[in-house]
């Protein structure tokens, strides 16, 4: 059964600094999302990475992802108060090919403090 | 919301009630589905579509229904609603298998 961890779970940084999440999953897999939620809001799609290696970035924003440590990372370069929000990754269940079942994370709650 | 609407928006129902929220997409995509947030959980996925009359069941789907009659509609339905079903349920699209999706606002269902 694929489970996937990110931590950590709550993150309070300050503006300006820098920062890594980390997303680990027990079973190969080389599909990978990243997604946004501000409160009370819904999902928005930040980073597809679809194969080992893969690195997308956007803004202050840069994922990768390293299939045979079974690890993604969502690094936060010079954060500001806007990136204020949760950040899931998610997976999917296949190997070798998509399947369209995604297993989220729990989620960070990222804090931006000035 | 990428042109996906959810309805209800909030919904309180008694246990053991009948419930159908509804996911309308004009967007034309081909892929549908239901999850459901709650805290700790993350998102868990109880159904999805790939295309008309077309379903399949997600990691979640004990206790929950779906039809598909047309492409822009998906409906999920909660047979006899339970307190363990109070969550967040979020309609999602994408038109591509394996690709990004693009979710509705949500639906906030509490069970009593």
């Known amino acids: 059964e694929l489970k996937v961890e990110q931590n950590p779970l709550f993150l309070s940084m300050q503006e300006g600094k820098n920062y890594t999440i980390y997303c680990n999953y027990s079973t190969t897999s080389d599909r990978l999302y990243w997604y946004r939620q501000d409160p009370g809001k819904s999902l928005e799609s930040l980073f597809v990475l679809l194969s080992n290696g893969a690195v997308k970035q956007e803004g202050r924003l840069m994922a990768s992802l390293d299939t045979k440590a079974r690890l993604s990372t969502l690094h936060i370069t010079a954060a500001v108060h806007d990136l204020s929000a949760t950040y899931f990754c998610?997976?999917?269940?296949?190997?070798?090919?998509?399947?369209?079942?995604?297993?989220f994370g729990t989620g960070t709650l990222l804090a931006v403090q000035p | 919301d990428a042109g996906i609407t959810q309805s209800p928006r909030h919904k309180v129902t008694e246990t053991g009630t009948p419930v159908t929220l509804r996911c309308h997409q004009t967007e034309n995509h081909r892929y549908m589905y239901w999850y459901r947030q709650d805290p700790g959980h993350g998102l868990r996925l109880i159904h999805y579509?790939?295309?008309?009359?077309?379903?399949d069941k997600g990691e979640v789907s004990d206790g929950y229904s779906v039809s598909r009659s047309k492409t822009e509609d998906f409906l999920l339905t909660l047979e006899s609603a339970t307190s363990s079903q109070t969550s967040v349920y979020f309609c999602?699209?994408?038109?591509?298998?394996?690709?990004?999706?693009?979710f509705g606002s949500g639906t906030q269902l509490s069970v009593l």
């Open positions: 999602a699209i994408s038109d591509s298998w394996g690709g990004k999706l693009f």
């Open positions: 579509s790939y295309g008309v009359k077309d379903t």
């Open positions: 998610a997976v999917d269940t296949g190997d070798g090919g998509a399947t369209n079942k995604l297993i």
